[in-house]
């Protein structure tokens, strides 16, 4: 059976994308640390990052940089966060998201949901940054 992610990926369950390419895709938490928090996403179905081919692993991490440079230019924070946990879904995530301090990183204090205008609002600004990148 598909992940959550896969069906996403697939168009089967909306998502709000920032970038897409042959390898991943990226697009916004509908449960936020902050605005513009985004879930770089392997097409490929791998449950464990440890588990990731290492040149996929390589090419996740460039592009969660690629996202993170972009929200550090896109919104008001200090830091860019990156999580790796995946426990809640058997599909590798890399959270990246904007921060101004730790506290940010406590998933028990992220949104518990954001409306459609919200995430259309951080992925208009995430595009604007990225330019032309991520297809």
Do not use: K
């Amino acid at each position: 059976m598909p992940t959550l992610f896969t069906r996403i990926i697939d168009g089967e369950i909306p998502g709000t994308f920032v970038w897409q390419d042959e390898q991943c895709v990226a697009f916004l938490s509908i449960n936020p640390l902050a605005p513009g928090h985004t879930l770089v996403v392997p097409r490929r179905e791998v449950d464990h990052w440890i588990d990731l081919p290492p040149n996929l692993a390589r090419h996740l991490l460039d592009v969660a940089q690629t996202i993170g440079q972009a929200q550090m230019s896109a919104f008001d924070c200090e830091r860019i966060g990156l999580i790796i946990a995946g426990y809640e879904i058997p599909h590798t995530h890399l959270h990246v998201f904007p921060s101004t301090n730790m506290a940010q990183f406590n998933f028990a204090r992220a949104a518990p949901s954001v409306t459609q205008e919200e995430l259309d609002d951080a992925a208009g600004r995430l595009r604007a940054a990225l330019g032309s990148g991520g297809g």
